[in-house]
């Protein structure tokens, strides 16, 4: 998973203005998982992507960093 994601999920975070909290909360998961995430300690299981990607509205391309 590239490193860069944990960048992304922060960024697209910030920009719609929700929380860790709310983040977790949409996805599923911990406050703690989406703090890992974000510093890079962990990421995100691929089967969650879809997820993240609906609560940040973005895609899942945008998460990796890629272009269609």
């Known amino acids: ?6 960048l992304r999920i922060r960024e697209k975070r910030r920009e719609i203005g929700i929380t860790q909290e709310a983040l977790a909360r949409a996805v599923g998961v911990t406050q703690g998982a989406v703090v890992q995430w974000e510093n890079g300690s962990s990421s995100p ?7 993240i990607a609906e609560a940040l ?4 391309n945008d998460l990796f960093g890629k272009s269609v």
């Open 57 to 60: 509205g973005c895609t899942a």
């Open 45 to 51: 299981r691929l089967v969650l992507i879809p997820k």
């Open 1 to 6: 998973m590239e490193s860069d994601m944990k």
